[in-house]
């Protein structure tokens, strides 16, 4: 079965740095988009970034674009989110996705929280 498991999550000051992990299982990761996609308590899950299957990145938001990179090892069958400059409005639960036989996939969450 599909599993995605996220990890990297961390208390971390305004202007530091993380990097999320997603170790993917079950389906064949290199033939496969992934996304990253956050949600804070009271919030829809929203949409980070999206990484096409051969390594180039189709999409960030706007409110992180130039300070989040989307990457991926399809020999570790694992998706990256490197987060720079992390702001307070940063702070979310952090959810790796992919789209598998028509059935959206989400892993466990890693949480993430910006703050002095």
Request: hydrophobic residues 35%; aromatic residues 12%; negative net charge.
């Amino acid at each position: 079965q599909v599993q995605l498991v996220e990890s990297g999550g961390d208390l971390v000051q305004p202007g530091g740095s993380l990097r999320l992990s997603c170790v993917a299982s079950g389906f064949p990761f290199s033939t496969y988009g992934m996304s990253w996609w956050r949600q804070t308590p009271g919030k829809e899950r929203e949409l980070v970034a999206v990484i096409r299957a051969n390594g180039v990145s189709a999409y960030y938001d706007d409110s992180v674009e130039g300070r989040f990179t989307i990457s991926r090892d399809n020999a570790k069958n694992t998706v990256y989110l490197q987060m720079n400059d992390l702001k307070p409005e940063d702070t979310a639960a952090y959810y790796c996705n992919t789209a598998h036989a028509g059935t959206d996939y989400f892993g466990q969450g890693t949480q993430v929280t910006v703050s002095a």
